[in-house]
């Protein structure tokens, strides 16, 4: 195999600083060179919707110190310079400024960008019937909606925005929602437009292999923008969260450094909504729900079941039993469910089992 002695990483977010970090612990001893768009270096950005919203001085969670990428991890950071083409055969990539770079490995971690629209027409006040629809079953949605509203949230289901009027929102069921801040929240896109220059079919995010290889010599793709298969899904998808965009680019970083690890840990993301610590793991959909605990409390867990694999569980307030519900599913492990309904049965004895 040749060396490998230049790797490049589009993208300086969470997944990018987490892969050039791996790199270095993997010993790679060769230059790393990391191209961020925004003018910041990588920073971890949930809090953006939490803390940062509580408290505007709140501080910011850099990954490092600003200083360590240069000083400690000997890697030529770039911010405020998008990777605007790429070129597989002499694997070069350029920047807006005309800058070239060559890389023996590219990882492409360029995320997500919200979704945008050029008038409010088809933004969701919530097209689906129920809060929270493409991850959580109906009895979970009920218990967040019921908090929501217990603050004082008015919700329209089913609707969508038909226009934006001088003070709000007109409705498609013709209701208009007076309004001095209008946040549209209707999801995010892969930034995937630099991997078409790499032959690479994009649409629904960057096909990625276990190994986070995409079908571009040299290229590996980890993040929110990779798409990748999901065993407990059984189909492939993008994985917009934290704990992906830090292990999944661990992993590749890895296998970039000549290593040879799968990644197949399944989905799991946390959201703090009131005082609801919500916590998902694999796919909640398309499945059997079995309940441990009581649902009309503040804690609780809800298993997804296809016979009796579990292959996705949530818990509210119920941090001790996700920890053991994420193991399962990353075994696609096999339970009674009336062992998951009884919250004297211990869950740890289905793990020696398993
Ligand atoms: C407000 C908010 C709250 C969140 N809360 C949670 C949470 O509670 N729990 C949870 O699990 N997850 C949460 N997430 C999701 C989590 O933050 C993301 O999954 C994670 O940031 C993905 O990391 P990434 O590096 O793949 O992408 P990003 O963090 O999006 O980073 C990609 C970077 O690449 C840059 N880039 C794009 N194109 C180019 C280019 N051509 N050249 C150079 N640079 C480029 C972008 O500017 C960006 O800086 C939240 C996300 C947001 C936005």
Known sequence: MPS?????????????????????????????????????PPYE?????????????????????????TGVLDVTMITGAA????????????????????????????????????TLEGAGVENQERLLARAFPGLVSEVVEARHRNHGVRFEFGVTVAAGTTNGVRLTNG??????????????????????????????????????????PNVFSAGDVALQWSKCHDRAIRVETWANAQNQAICVAGNMAGGNREYDDPPWFWSDQYDLNIQVVGDMLNADHVVRGDCQ???????????????????????????????LVARQSRLNRSDIESTAYDLRQALKTN
């Open 175 to 216: 209701a208009e929602l007076k309004a001095d801040i209008v946040l549209v929240g209707i999801g995010v896109e892969p930034t995937d437009a630099i991997a078409r220059d790499l032959g690479l079919s994009a649409d629904a995010g960057i096909e990625v292999d276990a190994f986070g290889r995409t079908a571009a």
């Open 4 to 40: 490998i002695e230049k790797i490049v990483i589009a993208g300086a977010g969470q997944a990018g600083g987490r892969a050039a970090e791996a790199l270095r612990s993997a010993g790679f001893r060769g230059s790393i060179t990391m191209i961020g768009e925004e003018k910041h």
């Open 83 to 118: 990777v605007v083409a790429c070129d597989a055969e002499r694997q070069t990539v350029a920047t807006g400024d005309g800058e070239i770079f060559g890389y023996d490995r590219l990882l492409l971690a360029t995320g997500t960008q919200p979704r945008r629209i050029k």
């Open 45 to 69: 950005r949930p809090q953006l919707s939490k803390e940062l919203l509580a408290t505007l001085d709140a501080p910011v969670a850099y990954l490092k110190p600003a200083s360590d990428w």
């Open 297 to 327: 409390s503040d804690r609780f867990s809800v298993a997804a079941m296809r016979g009796n694999e579990i292959v996705g569980a949530i818990s509210i307030n119920a941090a001790k039993d996700m920890a053991m519900f994420r193991r």
